[in-house]
């Protein structure tokens, strides 16, 4: 039985009281909730932390938010497997896994899926190929004689997608990788061109990557952005590196956007999605 399955069902066994004690232990309790002081803050855009919020003193956590924060793990866990990954996907895993790379979640996995199904995708641009975890969940999406572009600055990252898409099972045509730094390569894809661009790359450059998006996709045309939560650190009120501020002002930007119908789905490291009217 898989570690997750094998969770969900200890969790089943137990009397409802002991569950909250089982789950929390994965939580690290370094620092106070400050999600709950940040809904508070009256800075330029509801619900981020600004320089002068001052966080709620650290208070022991009370049976009531173990329980939640013990049902949302579950739940979370839960949507994880709810999809099931093929062999091709584990092995693309392992590979970013020994490279130190970040793939999407399974559960992100399986939101890009059913997004590249819902606009009906022919065309997608991926930044941030890595070993191919995203590009296979996409490809699945697709339409079957769809075409995804992905760019990435490392070759041996895209020799292993290249390698995880033909264990998929998906045609050779069926992806173009243009290796290079997306900022040079996007200029030169074509306008509204696309049904669905995927951003996954340099954080630090999230807001350029959102403007060649928006110039990129047909109208009703879908953009994403992986791990916009940033392991938590977004609603944290203490201070932060610049890629956090980064992903601040993409989610005010994108928020904002007259242009754009937006969504933030939490799965995994969150899930920036946004369609272009
Ligand atoms: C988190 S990994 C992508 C994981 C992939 N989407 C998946 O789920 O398997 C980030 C990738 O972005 C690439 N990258 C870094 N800077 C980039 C840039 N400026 N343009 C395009 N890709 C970039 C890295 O080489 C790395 O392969």
Do not use: I, K
């Given at each position: 039985m898989r570690p997750i399955w094998l969770l969900i069902w200890?969790?089943?066994?137990?009397?409802?009281t002991l569950t909250p004690v089982v789950l929390i232990h994965p939580l690290p309790p370094s620092r106070p909730p400050s999600f709950h002081s940040s809904l508070q803050t009256t800075g330029p855009i509801s619900g981020f932390p600004t320089a002068t919020d001052t966080v709620t003193p650290r208070q022991p956590r009370g049976h009531k938010e173990r329980l939640i924060t013990g049902n949302r793990l579950t739940s979370w866990a839960f949507s994880d497997a709810f999809v099931a990954e093929e062999d091709a996907l584990r092995w693309a895993r392992d590979r970013a896994r020994e490279a130190g790379l970040r793939s999407v979640s399974p559960g992100t996995g399986a939101a890009?899926?059913?997004l590249a199904?819902?606009?009906d995708a022919k065309a997608v641009a991926e930044i941030g190929t890595?070993?191919?975890v995203s590009g296979i969940h996409l490809l699945h999406g697709m339409r079957p004689d769809g075409v995804l572009t992905t760019v990435d600055p490392e070759p041996e990252h895209q020799q292993f997608a290249r390698q995880a898409f033909r264990a998929a099972g998906f045609a050779s045509n069926r992806a173009r990788f243009i290796?290079?730094?997306a900022l040079e390569v996007l200029p030169r894809l074509a306008d509204a061109g696309y049904d669905l661009v995927f951003c996954d790359g340099?954080?630090?450059?999230s807001l350029d990557y959102l403007a060649e998006s928006l110039r990129l996709l047909r109208p009703g045309g879908l953009v994403a952005f992986e791990g916009v939560f940033a392991s938590g650190r977004t609603v944290d009120s203490g201070p932060q590196p610049t890629e956090v501020i980064r992903l601040r002002e993409l989610?005010?930007?994108?928020?904002?956007?007259?242009e754009l119908v937006p969504s933030l789905l939490p799965v995994g490291d969150g899930l920036l999605c946004a369609v272009k009217r």
């Open positions: 200890v969790c089943q066994q137990l009397p409802a890009l899926r059913m199904a819902t606009v890595g070993t191919g290796p290079g730094h340099d954080r630090l450059e989610l005010r930007t994108v928020r904002e956007s007259p």
